[in-house]
């Protein structure tokens, strides 16, 4: 279990020193259950950090979005800035160093791990309460979580409220960190890695693409899957151009001839375009957070598609994203004895 | 050779557009040779000269069957005749994906296919454009990922 007074000395510390600028963390949040990240720079609001099930949210996006507003602030404060990750965190971390995204010292990982227990998954739990709105989660042991209703405590078995991708977790202790908190437990192995990927893989084509088909007509572009991951990081995306300026002399010919690879309207083909783009662009490099299906407010499985791929790079080409910083990425690197067989 | 005209057209009329990405070193200079060789072959691929199959983006699969195409075709240097000596380890590799992830979104297998081709090859791109439109043409149009517009 994380000692959570230590994890709140320990970023009560880099505060007091002054040598971090922020620590990214979570607190207890105002509305509804699950935890809300949080940037803490006094260090007497360190006393707000928490560490519980219910902290779903991967805060590498946080490095991310601190990488873009510091593009245009005037303070030249070059001290690295603190994060608390968990395994898969800390995996999303070591991504975006390996892309040089930003560079090692400019950010402080303090390691948390989740060990055997993972994460809740909110609409599992409402389920296995019948609705009772639950006030707060916390580890009970390394295999159950405590749950306070109105009614009052009870302890619930973790894999029955763990969200889907700890149940498949490979590696829940973190990968990088400058400070652990937690044992150092990382084989969970409740389900098979790829286990819901590999079952629909099973399904007839046809049967997928009407699965599909069904789950990309949903769609309402909202973008969030985009927003909340930290691999989506690229300036323009492929879906808003913001680099054609439509002014008063641009021609139709101009308009006409630009590039527009996918069109702005929710239809089927568009929809499907952008989420394979997306799941293309993520392989060798999605982490497996899951925050892009627990945004998505139409409940579109983009894990499963995102997954996919990942199932290709670790099977294939024996490729695990966030394992090692120093290592080349998936598509920038090849082997001799990758797959032949399939080009004729 | 009368042959290879005839069965471009068949009782339902229906004339795959196949969009075929060639490599300008090798498989542009195959396809060349197939032409000046004046070998029969369908006319119904369509070249797109890229520099390097390695340059070859996810994108313009996905793009090309955006916009209608019922078939699309990657070919380069045979691996170890790069030009740029590792453009097609690195194109293996991503068109492996794309080639995985759209058998899982649900697009029927044989419409996206990879070959490799050399500038001496002449005969074998026919044969490749051969097969691969006679195995589009049992599958009909493409309309899963084609735009309504």
Known sequence: MIDVAALKAHAKSLLEKGSVRAVIGYRKSTAG??????????ADATDDL???PTCVQNLALYLVNDKKERVHS????????AVVAKGCDSRAITVLLQEKHFPRESVHVIGVS????GVVDARKLAKKLDGKKALSVNFDGSEAFSITTEDGAQSIPAAEVMAERCLECRSAHPTLSDMTFGEAKSERALHAPFQAVKHKMKDEQDNRWAFWARQFDRCLRCYACRSVCPMCYCEECVVDSINFAVLPDTTADEK?????WIERSPARSETAMYHMVRAIHLAGR????AECERVCPVNIPLRLLNTRLEMEAFETFEYNP??????????????????????R | MANAVETAKDETGFEPKIVAFLCKWCSSAGSDLAGVSRLQYPSNAVPITIMCSGSMSPMFVLSAFNKGADGVLVSGCHPGDCHYLKGNFFARRKIYLVQKLLQFV???NDRFRMSWVSAAEGVKFAGVVDEFVKDIKKLGPQTRLKAKR
């Open chain 1, 322 to 343: 966030g394992s090692d910083m120093n290592a080349p990425t998936l598509t920038s690197s090849f082997r001799d004895t990758d797959p032949n067989s399939f080009i």
């Open chain 1, 74 to 81: 005037r303070s030249d404060d070059k001290r690295p800035i």
């Open chain 1, 50 to 52: 928490i560490f519980d």
């Open chain 2, 106 to 108: 649900g697009l029927e």
């Open chain 1, 33 to 42: 259950l699950l935890a809300e990240p949080a940037t803490i720079a006094d």
């Open chain 1, 256 to 260: 006409a001839d630009r590039i527009k």
């Open chain 1, 286 to 289: 999605c982490v497996d957070c």
């Open chain 1, 114 to 117: 989740c060990e055997g227990t």
